[in-house]
Nanobody
Framework: QVQLVESGGGLVQAGGSLRLSCTAS????????MRWYRQAPGKQRELVAA???????NYADSVKGRFTISRDNAKNTQYLQMDSLKPEDTGGYYC??????????????WGQGTQVTVSS
């Protein structure tokens, strides 16, 4: 049994900042890649940021220079620091992680999502 839980979403005005957290719990052997996705109303879910276990990162062009993904392996936690927020950043944000269960099976797990709303 593995669960991802996000926190940190909310309402913020344009130019403001938010920090999202996602903690994995359960029968975890190891976490490989960690990612953040978002989905705006009427649009497909898109990859926002990703980080490997070795802390290599990549970002969507739309957030590069404004968002920072990081991880704390000891806490099984990933973060997304969002600065200089724009109204087009509004949407549901979902954490994702490739997790090796204690049985040895690897699969992706998803959080329930947290809403980010940026007002103009």
């Amino acid at each position: 049994q593995v669960q991802l839980v996000e926190s940190g979403g909310g309402l913020v005005q344009a130019g403001g900042s938010l920090r999202l957290s996602c903690t994995a719990s359960g029968s975890i052997f190891r976490i490989d890649a960690m990612r953040w996705y978002r989905q705006a109303p009427g649009k497909q879910r898109e990859l926002v940021a990703a980080i490997t276990r070795g802390s290599s990162t990549n970002y969507a062009d739309s957030v590069k220079g404004r968002f920072t993904i990081s991880r704390d392996n000891a806490k099984n936690t990933q973060y997304l620091q969002m600065d200089s927020l724009k109204p087009e950043d509004t949407g549901g944000y979902y954490c994702n992680a490739a997790i090796i269960h204690i049985t040895g099976v690897m699969r992706d797990y998803w959080g329930q999502g947290t809403q980010v709303t940026v007002s103009s």
